[in-house]
């Protein structure tokens, strides 16, 4: 006989199998119960018939408590009824792991309480789900990437210096100096792309930010391509087929989890057609005054999240923002060729009110003008000597961008909170467990 996972059921239909499992839920009559079973890869029924197996077998499985863990034997069958499409008609029970008590039942749970539990509410359906369309997010991203000529450089998570400024930056000592962690890895990119060419990263960041919203972490994965000898334009196609990629990756091998999300696939699929629409800053203020939605909008203002909405409904497609101000935008981006208040940029904004998922710009090149910049910015000099020293030795134009994961995680499964999409949240008022 052999020991399965769930997941490969169906290509043991009619036979008998064994497989290690916990006990999600149960139902039973006085001569049938019916055991919600779980594996880490799948979730399906058990059926023990009383007339079948027997009456101590029978007590037994009746008596079997939320999340105990077991073995069971059985024969699988289809099931045509579930989402899952097999089930297991069960001849023996081996007990493992005891569980007395579980904390999390199936009635409703208030959302503090899921949280303060974060450990074991990982292992219900809907955060199966989320983890295993997030682990397909990330394997699909090493996909991409390496199909397209780039090769995965690692940034540094403790930073001597702060490229966006220090308001935003967990503070810590390094030894006797101070240090701060990552909040971007761009910059080492930066490097990395004038050594090798196309990279990118893919680590954890860091935002001390006092922002509870539902799209913001304090802590979130980011993906970091940077692309030498590269203007804006090709890198926008980059990032749209990077994302098409994504959702694509998503459709082709989470089927499954989708509808254990009640996620409609063929909302989706309209995400994998390209290109993705493209407008000016300029265009977007004008079409957000238009609305009469946003008060008295002035050019010049950062969006926030109503403003990234109502323009990415309006497209029903992700919306390509391009040349924001310079004036909210970091010091690095390249200045445009004709006008002196706007910068090569574009930030990629999902529908469905997800705001946005991407930043990114073609870089500045000219050393002069950077150095300007970082004064500008109040940073100090000295921490950038190595950054200026791209554009002394052989400076390409180039350009690059930075995902968040959990943000186009979120997008992507249709939740409602960022927090679900990472498995332990660090958010403004948490960090347990
Ligand atoms: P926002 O204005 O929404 O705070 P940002 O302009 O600070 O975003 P960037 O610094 O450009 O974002 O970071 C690049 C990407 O990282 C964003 O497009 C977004 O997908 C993600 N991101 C930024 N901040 C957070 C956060 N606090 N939690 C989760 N993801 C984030
Ligand atoms: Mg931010």
């Known amino acids: 006989m052999d020991t399965i996972n769930i997941i490969d059921a169906k290509n043991h239909v009619d036979q008998e199998v064994k497989i290690g499992v916990w006990l999600t839920n149960k139902r039973s009559s006085g001569k049938i119960a019916f055991l919600q079973l779980r594996d880490g890869t799948a979730y399906f029924q058990g059926v023990v018939v009383k007339s079948v197996v027997g009456e101590e077998l029978f007590k037994m499985a009746k008596e079997l408590r939320q999340e105990e863990s077991f073995y069971v034997t059985g024969t699988i069958h289809e099931d045509a009824r579930s989402h899952f499409g097999y089930e297991i008609e069960i001849s023996g029970i081996e007990k493992v792991g005891a569980s007395e008590d579980y904390p999390i039942t199936p009635k409703e749970h208030g959302v503090d309480f899921l949280m303060d539990h974060r450990h074991l509410w990982l292992r219900s359906k809907k955060q199966f789900a989320i983890m295993k369309i997030r682990n397909e997010m990330i394997r699909a991203t090493y996909e991409f990437f390496n199909r397209n000529g780039f090769i995965k450089i690692d940034a ?26 990552s909040q971007s890895g761009q910059l080492y990119e930066e490097a990395g792309a004038m050594a090798y060419g196309k990279v990118f990263s893919f680590g954890p960041t860091f935002r001390a930010e006092k922002s509870k919203t539902r799209r913001h972490l304090i802590e979130f994965w980011m993906i970091e391509p940077e692309m030498a000898f590269m203007h804006q ?49 300029d265009e977007a203020i004008k079409m957000l005054q238009d609305s009469g ?20 409904e309006h497209f029903q497609l992700p919306v390509f923002v391009m040349n924001y101000p310079k004036a909210i935008k970091p010091f690095y981006m390249k200045p445009h060729p ?63 961008f930075g995902l968040g994961l959990e943000r186009a995680i979120t997008w992507i499964t249709g939740e409602e909170h960022i927090r679900e999409s990472i498995p332990f949240p660090r958010l403004l008022n948490r960090i347990y467990p």
Not at 158 to 163: E, I, K, R, W, Y
Not at 253 to 276: A, I
Not at 301 to 312: I, K, N
């Open 293 to 312: 939605k946003f008060g008295d909008l002035e050019w010049g203002v950062d969006f926030g999240s109503p403003e990234e909405t109502y323009l990415a």
């Open 338 to 400: 004709t006008r002196d208040d706007v910068v090569i940029c574009a930030d990629l904004l999902a529908p469905e009110g997800y705001g946005e998922i991407i930043g990114g710009s073609e870089r500045a090149v000219d050393p002069q003008y950077l150095t300007e910049q970082i004064k500008k910015a109040g940073l100090n000099e000295a921490d950038y000597e190595w950054y200026l020293d791209l554009r002394r030795y052989g400076s390409v134009p180039h350009a690059g």
């Open 156 to 181: 540094p998570i403790l930073t001597g210096s702060a490229p966006e400024g220090t308001t935003e930056l967990f503070h810590t000592k390094y030894f006797d100096r101070d240090a701060y962690l």
């Open 233 to 281: 334009e090709q890198s926008l196609e980059i990032q749209e087929r990077y994302v098409a990629f994504l959702v694509q990756g998503v459709l082709d091998n989470c089927q499954y989890e989708l509808k254990l999300l009640n996620r409609d696939p063929k909302v989706l699929e309209k995400y994998t057609k390209l290109p993705y629409p493209r407008i000016s800053y």
